[in-house]
């Protein structure tokens, strides 16, 4: 489970994240005074190794002048939020969602194997195209 970190949800899921990238060459302030450089993608799965929920990687868009990155996922303190974050010019702007709260970190074995549950998901993913 390389580059994996394991909270414990308040819905009795656990989210799971995966493949953290840099998303910045320098850390960004958020309105709770948290800073960021990185982003990832996370999975809440629950005991019995289905995905509920999967919450994407980070996706670059331009348009004009500005720059967008979208679906940056980060957890901040206990909390799972999704941002976008738009460059311009002279600003940039940050729209937060905290998307779940009271998360725990988790530690133990898991109930299920991981790289099954995911692989599971994403065949149904292909199969749905």
């Given at each position: 489970m390389e580059n994996?970190?394991?909270?414990?949800?308040?819905?009795?899921?656990?989210?799971?994240?995966?493949?953290?990238?840099?998303?910045?060459?320098?850390?960004?302030?958020?309105?709770?005074?948290?800073?960021?450089?990185e982003s990832g993608e996370f999975f809440a799965i629950d005991n019995k190794g289905s995905v509920r929920n999967e919450y994407q990687a980070a996706k670059y868009s331009c348009w004009g002048n500005e720059i967008k990155i979208s679906d940056v996922h980060v957890v901040i303190e206990n909390a799972l939020y999704s941002l976008q974050i738009s460059y311009f010019p002279n600003r940039i702007e940050i729209t937060e969602i905290k998307l779940l709260k009271n998360l725990q970190p988790y530690k133990g074995d898991l109930p299920f194997n991981l790289d099954s549950a995911l692989g599971a998901f994403e065949l149904t993913k292909w199969k749905s195209l």
């Amino acid at each position: 489970m390389e580059n994996t970190t394991i909270w414990k949800t308040e819905f009795e899921t656990f989210l799971i994240q995966r493949n953290v990238k840099e998303i910045f060459n320098y850390a960004i302030r958020l309105q709770s005074n948290a800073y960021i450089t990185e982003s990832g993608e996370f999975f809440a799965i629950d005991n019995k190794g289905s995905v509920r929920n999967e919450y994407q990687a980070a996706k670059y868009s331009c348009w004009g002048n500005e720059i967008k990155i979208s679906d940056v996922h980060v957890v901040i303190e206990n909390a799972l939020y999704s941002l976008q974050i738009s460059y311009f010019p002279n600003r940039i702007e940050i729209t937060e969602i905290k998307l779940l709260k009271n998360l725990q970190p988790y530690k133990g074995d898991l109930p299920f194997n991981l790289d099954s549950a995911l692989g599971a998901f994403e065949l149904t993913k292909w199969k749905s195209l």
